[in-house]
């Protein structure tokens, strides 16, 4: 079976931490994509990573992908409020397959 | 330019009623995709789209489900006989080559079906 898991479901940490989400999955692939989704929102496009030890950055997140592994994380460095939503990986197969999500609050 | 739109934004109807769900994909994209989102879920695929082939309809839960891409552009899902358990955002996406990071996936604002 296809799966994706995410490590942690839930994420609540104070202003100015880091921290790491995991991102698992379970055949094969070489594209992993993160997604952000905002409450009520729909899903937007974080990055696409593209090959092993692809690493992409776009202000506080950093992405990266080990197809060795089979792991993908999502580094937060010095979290700020605004960064509190909903962060989804998938890998592409044949289809895309989704995580269950990490919902993430920043606190002040 | 323009993204991805769905219509209705909201729907909510009485169970045994047939609903359809509209969804306007960008324009030249080649991939559609249909998923369905349970409040505080991740996304579930439903069916999948791709230019002239045959769809892609692994993830349609059950015979109540069909949808249709007309022209290569849009794309309608029918629920029929809807059920309680209906009850989701359904999210349309499209992906295609025409600018931005290479096979992103462009979601709608979604549908939010309501079955009473």
């Known amino acids: 079976e296809l799966k994706v898991e995410q490590n942690p479901l839930f994420l609540s940490m104070q202003e100015g931490k880091n921290y790491t989400i995991y991102c698992n999955y379970s055949t094969t692939s070489d594209r992993l994509y993160w997604y952000r989704q905002d409450p009520g929102k729909s899903l937007e496009s974080l990055f696409v990573?593209?090959?092993?030890?692809a690493v992409k950055q776009e202000g506080r997140l950093m992405a990266s992908l080990d197809t060795k592994a089979r792991l993908s994380t999502l580094h937060i460095t010095a979290a700020v409020h605004d960064l509190s939503a909903t962060y989804f990986c998938?890998?592409?197969?044949?289809?895309?397959?989704f995580g269950p999500g990490t919902r993430l609050s920043v606190l002040p | 330019g323009a993204g991805v739109s769905q219509s209705p934004s909201n729907k909510v109807t009485e169970k045994g009623k047939d609903v359809e769900l509209r969804c306007d994909p960008i324009?030249?994209?080649?991939?559609l995709y249909w998923y369905r989102q349970s409040l505080g879920q991740g996304l579930e695929f439903l069916i999948y789209f791709q230019g002239n082939s045959a769809p892609d309809k692994s993830g349609l839960p059950s015979d109540r489900f069909s949808a249709e891409r007309t022209g290569g552009s849009v794309s309608t899902l029918t629920i029929q006989r809807t059920q309680q358990e209906d009850s989701a955002v359904y999210l349309c996406a499209s992906r295609g080559r025409s600018g931005g990071p290479p096979d992103t996936q462009y979601f709608g604002p979604g549908t939010r079906l309501t079955v009473l």
């Open positions: 990573l593209l090959s092993n030890g």
């Open positions: 998938a890998y592409y197969g044949q289809n895309f397959v």
């Open positions: 324009s030249g994209h080649t991939a």
